[in-house]
């Protein structure tokens, strides 16, 4: 399944965000930065962040609350040869999507909030039955309790996407069969000090909710996962930098969910340098995991592994070791070369429900978007494989390349994930990659295209199928409130069935053109 935090603009159809304050660069997968093996919290400062990222100036201001909120309304219009995305008999409709939305941001002495929100309505001048509502929004607020040592976070998104990539749309609109509308929210405390002068220590306590709902009314391709609301508790402790001969990190996580599963983790890790910039990684510890009536592993954790400092802000990190009773790997890398080339990539195995995978998605996307630099930002959140309402033993990799110059960028994604399901006993393996090219042709003018490909490479759950995806689009800035977008898009989707559910497998091929005025105020 692939889901997209579509920002406002992408809503209208356009190329860039009008208003991508809340968040830059992520990954895809629930992981802080540095902890490929998803053990420790992370030590982002995120109310600072926030502020810095929400309005560069604040912290130079004066101590008052700013505020700034942006509303915009704006009309896309769409023309489809394939409105009903068959292999053939293909009928043509014009679908007219007006929308309205608010970006934004609040920044004090104490507190920062951020806003993304957009709601549209699509309405199709043939095929009424697919008229409906749209929704996508990101938030986040953060309020210092009592500062540099308590601090109440929330966070929470909203968007649509698709349960396959079978009869993908080139563009998303209502109506689409298997669309599936997924809410995140979570919320809570985190605490942030010292240890005499051994240790920083950094705890963080979460209660969220996540809601799948079939947006357009019909029956998805499998079953969704159910509602659930989680809680985690994620507790780590880190000699630092205050040793020149070792580093120590302790951490324990608790996660659980209201439809039975539960996680306790501990692991101690323990980092020696051999060189100047070379260091040894040894960790041991436990896992106690339970979803009631289908698996209850108590086992052992034990990993060896490198890190290696490229420079100050470029790392590689490889260990291995067991988990669940299993061989496991894990892998991190961010690489800043020069002030033009970064990449970041990835792996990790791990053990969760599918309500847990997309909270700890989420929140790895917030965490992370304060955590690496600005040309790896992206609008952008995708979760890989399909949506089926059971625990997963998942394998993730995931790379991501941005070369940005003074007018143009060149970004290149690729990701892969293979999912074996413990209750059915089935897999399911999704790969994805895109590379997109941005110019600004003049200080009015900009242009973005972009290629696609999604394949779900097994036949267990949904089948052999592919998606080849495509677009152009033209951003003119009329004046500095009003904005013209046009532009290309194109998709084709089709494989078998397989012994999955659902899937008409037949896929077809869409082609879009159209056009949006944005008026921001």
């Known amino acids: 399944m692939s889901i997209h935090k579509l920002s406002i603009a992408r809503l209208a159809g356009a190329a860039a965000p009008l208003a991508c304050v809340l968040l830059g660069a992520t990954t895809a997968q629930a992981q802080t930065a540095r902890d490929p093996l998803q053990l420790e919290p992370s030590p982002t400062d995120h109310v600072g962040e926030a502020r810095a990222n929400a309005a560069p100036n604040a912290q130079q201001r004066a101590p008052e609350q700013l505020v700034r909120l942006q509303p915009l309304v704006g009309v896309r219009t769409l023309v489809t040869d394939n409105v009903y995305l068959t292999p053939s008999n293909k009928i043509a409709d014009v679908i007219v999507n007006p929308f309205v939305g608010v970006s934004g941001y609040a920044v004090g002495p104490r507190s920062a909030a951020n806003l993304d929100f957009a709601v549209g309505y699509d ?7 697919f008229n409906g509502f749209s929704f996508t929004g990101m938030g986040s607020g953060e309020y210092d309790i009592v500062p540099r040592f308590l601090t109440f976070e929330a966070f929470g998104s909203v968007d649509n996407g698709n349960v396959s990539v079978a009869d993908k749309a080139a563009l998303d609109r209502s109506g689409i069969q298997g669309r599936t509308r997924v809410i995140d929210l979570a919320a809570g405390p985190r605490l942030t000090t010292t240890i005499g002068d051994l240790a920083d220590l950094q705890a963080v306590a979460r209660v969220g ?11 998805p391709v499998g079953s969704l996962p159910e509602d659930s609301t989680t809680r985690e508790v994620n507790i780590g402790a880190t000699t630092g930098d205050r040793f020149a001969s070792h580093e120590l990190r302790l951490s324990a996580i608790y996660q659980a969910d209201d439809n039975d599963f539960t996680r306790y983790t501990g692991l101690a890790s323990v980092f020696v340098p051999i060189a100047t910039d070379l260091r040894v990684l040894a960790r041991g510890g436990g896992d106690d995991i339970e979803q009631k009536g289908v698996i209850h592993i108590q086992s052992p954790i034990w990993t060896v592994g490198l890190e290696y400092d490229l420079n100050p802000s470029s790392y590689i990190r490889v260990e291995g070791g067991r988990r669940y009773h299993d061989t496991n790997f894990a892998a991190e890398s961010l690489i800043t070369l020069t002030d033009s080339f970064y990449l970041f990539g990835s792996y990790v195995e791990r053990i969760l429900p599918p309500q847990l995978a997309m909270q700890d998605s989420f929140l790895g996307f917030v965490a992370n978007s304060q955590t690496f630099p600005q040309p790896l930002a992206g609008g952008d959140f995708r979760i ?10 998942d394998k993730v990799g995931r790379v991501d390349a941005v070369y940005t110059w003074i007018d143009q960028s060149f970004s290149v994604s690729a990701s892969w994930r293979r999912q074996h399901f413990l209750t059915s006993l089935t897999a399911d393996e999704s790969l994805y990659a895109s590379v997109s090219y941005g110019r600004r042709m003049r200080p009015d003018l900009r242009g973005e295209v972009s290629l696609s490909y999604d394949r779900q490479l097994n036949d267990d759950v949904f089948g052999h199928v592919d998606n080849v995806g495509a677009r152009a689009t033209l951003v003119y800035d009329l004046n500095p409130s009003v904005e013209f977008t046009g532009g290309y898009a194109y998709s084709s989707g089709g494989g078998s069935n397989g012994t999955g559910t659902g899937i008409r497998g037949q896929g077809g091929a ?5 056009a949006t005025m ?3 105020f």
């Open 123 to 129: 309405s199709y001048s043939r095929a009424h039955q």
């Open 209 to 219: 909710f996540v809601n799948y709902h079939t947006a357009d009314g019909s029956a």
């Open 384 to 393: 890989e494989g399909p949506l089926v309402n059971d625990i997963s033993k």
């Open 510 to 514: 869409e082609n879009i053109v159209f």
């Open 518 to 520: 944005v008026k921001r």
